[in-house]
Nanobody, 115 residues
Framework: QVQLVESGGGLVQPGGSLRLSCAASRSIFSNYAMGWYRQAPGKQRELVARTTSGGIANYAASVKGRYTITRNGDKNTVYLQMNSLKPEDTGVYYC?????????WGQGTQVTVSA
């Protein structure tokens, strides 16, 4: 089992920045791909950023160039730096740890981009 705890969400104005954190209960980065997903009201959950166990990152087209996913193995924490935020970035952001044998989710953190 892996517990994931997100933090760092909040209310921010358009053009602002936030950094989300996802702390894992144990060292998993060498075996799991780590991802950030978001779910806007009335919409399906979508992948926004993901890093493989080897550290290769990829991004949804809508956030590329604005979001950066990083991880700190010493702290068992993965981050999502979000810049130039737009109202359409609003949603609940979830952290995910994934491997072929299973997948784990955090409880989510709300991000609201509004003037």
């Amino acid at each position: 089992q892996v517990q994931l705890v997100e933090s760092g969400g909040g209310l921010v104005q358009p053009g602002g920045s936030l950094r989300l954190s996802c702390a894992a209960s144990r060292s998993i980065f060498s075996n799991y791909a780590m991802g950030w997903y978001r779910q806007a009201p009335g919409k399906q959950r979508e992948l926004v950023a993901r890093t493989t166990s080897g550290g290769i990152a990829n991004y949804a087209a809508s956030v590329k160039g604005r979001y950066t996913i990083t991880r700190n193995g010493d702290k068992n924490t993965v981050y999502l730096q979000m810049n130039s935020l737009k109202p359409e970035d609003t949603g609940v952001y979830y952290c995910n740890a994934d491997q072929t044998s299973g997948s784990f989710w955090g409880q989510g953190t709300q991000v609201t981009v509004s003037a």
